[in-house]
């Protein structure tokens, strides 16, 4: 009787495991490593989050020795002169009809504020973010890889 339950247990074990590695993630809210865009290297963390009926997002720490202890010196507006760890990058983005935009977002080596939106890709283990100015013709995207945990 022994060695039946151990393989049904370890079968059930494996099959739940496979699920909860599977399952789709439908919310932007949690952790994201942000790749820089010229280098293909990771470069910080970000923390979506929601405030004040949208979607934020926030640096939590850096993965450059470069930007540790900086301060967005270019920014202009409330920003401006705030450590990079703890910079709220995006505001505003709401979720409307399925999909998320209509709020800014900035670039802190700038100082410049662009329109942005954002869409869950790969099962919610990408955010593709968007900023750009005026139509979202003219724009980039970068690609966040969701941090475990």
Known sequence: MRRFVTP?????????AQAQSTEK??????LWRTIDDKT???R?????????GGYSA?????????????????????????PF????LMR???LDHGK?????????????????????EDDGKTLAVRGYLGVSLFGRTQKWQREPG
């Open 58 to 82: 926030r640096i939590e720490r850096s993965l450059t020795a470069s930007e540790n202890g900086r301060k967005c010196t270019a920014c202009t507006d409330e920003r401006k002169d705030q």
């Open 8 to 16: 049904i247990t370890a079968a059930l074990l494996l099959t739940t």
């Open 44 to 52: 910080g963390i970000v923390r979506v989050y929601q405030a004040d």
């Open 92 to 94: 505003n983005v709401r």
């Open 40 to 42: 293909g290297q990771p």
């Open 85 to 88: 760890v703890g910079l709220v």
């Open 25 to 30: 993630v439908s919310s932007p809210i949690g």
């Open 100 to 120: 998320y935009g209509g709020g800014d977002i900035l670039d802190p080596n700038t100082g410049s504020v662009y329109r942005c939106s954002f869409a869950l």
